[in-house]
């Protein structure tokens, strides 16, 4: 049985805001006596050992008593930081602003989402004209602490009638209720088991969703869910006679969605059976009985309608053009040897949206935002000036509208909400944020480092203006490197705790990601999926070369896939960084697609069932099954008991695996959050309360004391 000791605090030499000590044995604190069964799988002749399998189990009474005793373990710690109620009184204290959503028009109101400061979930408001706003919806009312949100609204086109989606507990398993919005009273009952949905209304008559059949009880946050399914649901009659409308045994997919053109003419629907690339399909509504034509009939590339003008279909691709493109095609006769360029690709990936029929092009360059407006003809109108190098997302707006809002941010820059004249191009200040920080203080700059094999990286690297690169700054590195994602400039207030204290953000943008478009992610995909470890690896190195840092004042961070970066550059380099957090991660990769909708991502990971060479792969980069005995770095895994996308068996397992062969003397705790899933719907309490843990944490584990100077 491993232990650790919580640490004294005594001080020493100051460091920009943080102050250093000397580290002194207070108490042992033991973990658990994890047991360990006799389970083997054989892969390709391979025999894997599983012997933390039992944890699978999350409904099990005796996997519930391990997460009760490694909770105490982590809370045991954690309490025994003198600093901890410092750092969450300053959460308290910087998160206590008015937060607001850009608005949006419904009918004849408009609606805006607003959080006082430390309310646990953001309130919808609406308001006719400069009338006075007045509540819509509540979430903080739907349940008594705070872990049940609104997931989703949509409305019909002439906003009489709305359907929004909540969540409970965090899970993806969502409710849909419907209301009259003239006086907010329900409409029909309310429907359940939704997931991985949006809700496209049909005139008022009732809307289109997706859903799986619901695991059985003991499963239903780790049962696998296969066959999606596209229902229509008419209003007033009861979810039992929804009509399927796609997939199913028919038309096996894995991911279905659908939404309607603006006109409603046209029914939209994309099937998938992995997280990259699409069929595509379409019914035009407008003629009674049309059937669903196909449009594209593989998956190899991601393709969606966007927008239409009578027949003519708008399509958003990266078919033939890695970076994405826009073609027009007439409905009647839509496949891609018919589809005409509008905006061709360029070296910039190109994302869209349209409002005031207009196309806004939003461009990646270098992993930060540029863009440009054209008219539905495809000619370019003018380039959007933007306040400074960051991120811009929103312009979009209904076809009527005369202006449009985007929200600008970046690691330096708050998010303001900007109100933007679609005929003049002019932007003005809608709302600007209230959090309490001072832009002039600090600067973020990017820089490229080069990779294991030469690649060339970018990296964003922020800090208060005057940190001394002495080697010797506390560091957090964040990165994702997955799935097509990019990771763009934002604000996080938590954030401020570090640098605020003197410390460093650091964000490279790796491969597997989609900043550069589909060729940069699949170089980070299945057998190329080393990649973005040695991308990452890489960007630690950069720091302490350079000395923004060094080993000793170093902390990796990432969630989900990140989670799996994190967890498999500990295993490979254990000795790269003082602090690690893997968050919500992808940790057996051998089994991750046995749970929930996990097999969609073989796509980017490929399963040990694909071949020897895959499994081998995989088997050696695993970070479950990677870890060895050796000296780890200070680890706070955390998860949470309604994640339903990567089921928490994942962290309970690596944890465990990671508590067995700890062979030094820093902690390795798992925080288990309750009533909570993969992230989104959180309540403000909870995310205040991990983000201290993780703070406290770091600061207690290199030494260093926040605030002792402030």
């Given at each position: 049985m491993r232990s650790f000791y919580v640490a004294s605090v005594a001080s020493a030499a100051v460091l920009m805001g943080a102050t250093a000590y000397a580290q002194a044995p207070i108490k042992t604190l033991p973990y658990p006596q994890t047991k360990k069964v006799d389970t083997v799988t054989t892969y390709f002749g391979t025999k894997v050992a599983d012997p933390f399998r039992w944890l699978e189990n999350d409904q099990a009474p005796d996997t519930k008593d391990w997460v009760q005793q490694e909770n105490k373990v982590t809370q045991g710690y954690l309490t025994q930081i003198p600093f901890r109620e410092t750092v969450r009184k300053r959460l308290e204290t910087l998160w206590n602003y008015e937060k607001y959503s850009a608005p949006f028009k419904e009918g004849k109101y408009t609606y805006f989402s607003k959080n006082t400061g430390l309310q646990s979930q953001s309130v919808l408001y609406r308001q006719v004209g400069a009338g006075a706003p007045e509540v819509f919806l509540d979430p903080n009312s739907f349940s008594k602490d705070g872990t049940t949100s609104l997931a989703g609204i949509n409305f019909t086109k002439d906003g009489s009638l709305a359907a929004y989606q909540i969540s409970e507990g965090g899970s993806d398993w969502r409710k849909v209720i419907v209301l009259r919005t003239a006086d907010k009273s329900i409409v029909g009952d309310t429907l359940k088991d939704v997931k991985f949905s949006g809700l496209a209304w049909k005139g008022n008559d009732g809307f289109y969703y997706s859903s799986y059949d619901k695991p059985k009880a003991g499963s239903q946050l780790a049962g696998l869910t296969q066959l999606h399914k596209l229902f229509y649901h008419k209003l007033g009659t009861p979810q039992a006679t929804d009509k399927l409308i796609f997939g199913g045994e028919k038309t096996p997919r894995r991911y279905i969605g659908a939404y309607l053109t603006e006109d409603?003419?046209?029914?939209?629907?994309?099937?998938?059976?992995?997280?990259?690339?699409?069929?595509?399909?379409?019914?035009?509504?407008?003629?009674?009985?049309?059937?669903?034509?196909?449009?594209?009939?593989?998956?190899?590339?991601?393709?969606?309608?966007?927008?239409?003008?009578?027949?003519?279909?708008?399509?958003?691709?990266?078919?033939?053009?890695?970076?994405?493109?826009?073609?027009?095609?007439?409905?009647?006769?839509?496949?891609?040897?018919?589809?005409?360029?509008?905006?061709?690709?360029?070296?910039?990936?190109?994302?869209?949206?349209?409002?005031?029929?207009?196309?806004?092009?939003?461009?990646?360059?270098?992993?930060?935002?540029?863009?440009?407006?054209?008219?539905?003809?495809?000619?370019?109108?003018?380039?959007?000036?933007l306040p400074s190098v960051g991120t811009a997302g929103g312009f979009g707006a209904k076809k009527e509208e005369?202006?449009?809002?985007?929200?600008?941010?970046?690691?330096?820059?708050?998010?303001?909400?900007?109100?933007?004249?679609?005929?003049?191009?002019?932007?003005?200040?809608?709302?600007?944020?209230?959090?309490?920080?001072?832009?002039?203080?600090?600067?973020?700059?990017?820089?490229?480092?080069?990779?294991?094999?030469?690649?060339?990286?970018?990296?964003?690297?922020?800090?208060?203006?005057?940190?001394?690169?002495?080697?010797?700054n506390p560091t957090l590195l964040y990165a994702y490197g997955g799935f097509n994602a990019s990771i763009t400039p934002g604000f996080s207030t938590a954030n401020i705790v570090l640098l605020e204290n003197g410390g460093i953000y650091a964000v490279p943008n790796l491969r597997g990601g989609g900043e550069y478009g589909e060729k940069w992610h699949l170089a980070g995909t299945k057998l190329q999926k080393q990649n973005v470890f040695d991308d990452f690896i890489a960007a630690a190195e950069y720091l302490k070369t350079n000395k923004y840092t060094d080993t000793d004042h170093l902390a990796i961070s990432g969630g989900s896939n990140g989670g799996l970066l994190v967890g498999a550059t500990m295993a490979q380099r254990p000795d790269l960084c003082k602090v690690a957090f893997p968050a919500v991660g992808v940790m057996d990769m051998l089994r991750y697609n046995k749970f929930t909708a996990g097999a969609g991502w073989a796509y980017d990971y490929g399963t040990a069932e694909d071949s020897k060479e895959m499994f081998d792969y995989l088997y050696k980069y695993s970070p479950y099954h990677a870890l060895k005995p050796a000296s780890y770095p200070a680890t706070m895994v955390t998860t949470a008991d309604h994640d339903d996308r990567v089921v928490p068996a994942h962290s309970f397992k690596f944890a465990s695996r990671l508590q067995e062969t700890q062979q030094g003397p820093a902690p390795v705790l798992i925080r288990i959050e309750t009533k909570a899933g993969h992230g989104a719907g959180r309540s403000t309490a909870q995310v205040i309360g991990e983000q201290t843990d993780k703070w406290s944490f770091m600061f207690q584990n290199m030494g260093l004391t926040p605030y002792q100077n402030n």
């Open positions: 409603q003419r046209f029914l939209v629907i994309s099937a998938a059976n992995t997280t990259t690339g699409n069929e595509l399909y379409f019914q035009d509504l407008s003629k009674l009985g049309s059937a669903i034509v196909q449009v594209v009939d593989n998956e190899k590339n991601n393709v969606d309608i966007f927008d239409n003008v009578g027949s003519k279909l708008y399509i958003f691709t990266n078919l033939n053009a890695p970076n994405n493109k826009v073609v027009t095609v007439d409905a009647a006769n839509p496949k891609p040897a018919n589809w005409k360029d509008l905006i061709p690709e360029t070296q910039n990936v190109l994302n869209v949206s349209t409002g005031g029929g207009k196309i806004f092009a939003n461009y990646l360059k270098d992993a930060t935002s540029l863009i440009e407006q054209y008219d539905m003809a495809g000619k370019k109108e003018r380039a959007i000036v005369k202006e449009t809002y985007y929200t600008f941010t970046s690691y330096i820059y708050p998010p303001t909400i900007f109100k933007y004249d679609i005929a003049t191009g002019k932007s003005t200040v809608y709302k600007k944020s209230g959090v309490q920080f001072d832009p002039t203080k600090y600067e973020s700059k990017q820089v490229f480092y080069n990779s294991k094999d030469g690649t060339r990286i970018p990296m964003i690297i922020t800090y208060k203006k005057g940190v001394v690169l002495n080697g010797k």
